[in-house]
């Protein structure tokens, strides 16, 4: 037995549908501000910064040795950091991207969320 709605019911169900997927998913990729100590230690444990260096700059030893097969971004430049949003940075983690290897095995979501709010501190001023 198929049920007929009318076009403004399914259409409203349609809205409420989309903006239920929209609120949930945003809830999920955005990034708490926590501490970023232990976004920090992500950060060095998984070894973010054989390429992507210390502070962020695309200089880690790797990179240098690499520079002609590969480019690192500089995330410590706010222009370029601008360009990306957390969903972005959160994906890019976990899924990879060219060159750079993913770490969805390896690290849990809350685990890269807290490397895209310790990342995003690269650009912050002291």
């Not at 695309?58 to 410590?76: D, S, T």
């Not at 959160?90 to 390896?106: D, N, V, Y």
Request: hydrophobic letters at 40%; a positive charge; aromatic letters at 10%.
């Amino acid at each position: 037995m198929r049920v007929f709605f009318p076009s403004r019911l399914r259409c409203q169900w349609l809205c409420v549908m989309v903006m239920l997927f929209v609120v949930g998913a945003s809830s999920t990729l955005a990034a708490e501000p926590k501490n970023t100590v232990s976004g920090q230690s992500k950060y060095d444990a998984a070894g973010c910064a054989r390429c992507h260096g210390a502070s962020g700059k695309g200089n880690g030893p790797q990179a240098m040795a690499l520079f002609f097969m590969f480019k690192v971004p500089n995330m410590a430049d706010p222009a370029y950091m601008q360009t990306r949003s957390d969903d972005v940075l959160f994906r890019t983690i976990k899924q990879g991207k060219a060159s750079m290897p993913s770490f969805g095995l390896k690290l849990t979501d809350p685990e890269i969320k807290e490397l895209v709010v310790y990342i995003r501190s690269f650009t912050k001023t002291p």
